[in-house]
């Protein structure tokens, strides 16, 4: 079965940090681009973060630009998204994709004192 499971969300204060992690199975990782995006309550989907399969070229959200980086290790099939300097606007929903074909079902990120 293909699968993508998120994990690395919850609450964190203005100003923290925090990991997720998407790990897949059911496919080679390597051979796809890696992106995450996120949904923030009454807002529109957001696209935050990609990475090509090949030449590893990068793609962020101004929104989030060197706060966020995207990482990937395709020997454990997982991709990262390292957040840095969380805001309260950061907090929604984040979902993983790979190639925008498979998706994760999304995992929670609260930033708030």
């Known amino acids: 079965q293909v699968r993508l499971v998120e994990s690395g969300g919850g609450l964190v204060q203005p100003g923290g940090s925090l990991r997720l992690s998407c790990v897949a199975s059911?496919?080679?990782?390597?051979?796809?681009?890696i992106g995450w995006i996120r949904q923030a309550p009454g807002k529109e989907p957001e696209g935050v973060s990609c990475?090509?399969?090949?030449?590893?070229?990068?793609y962020y959200a101004d929104s989030v630009k060197g706060r966020f980086t995207i990482s990937r290790d395709n020997a454990k099939r997982t991709m990262y998204l390292q957040m840095n300097s969380l805001k309260p606007e950061d907090t929604a929903v984040y979902y993983c994709?790979?190639?925008?074909?498979?998706w994760g079902q999304g995992i929670q990120v609260t930033v708030a004192s």
């Open positions: 994709n790979a190639a925008v074909q498979y």
């Open positions: 990475m090509s399969d090949s030449d590893g070229v990068t």
């Open positions: 059911g496919f080679p990782l390597d051979y796809y681009a």
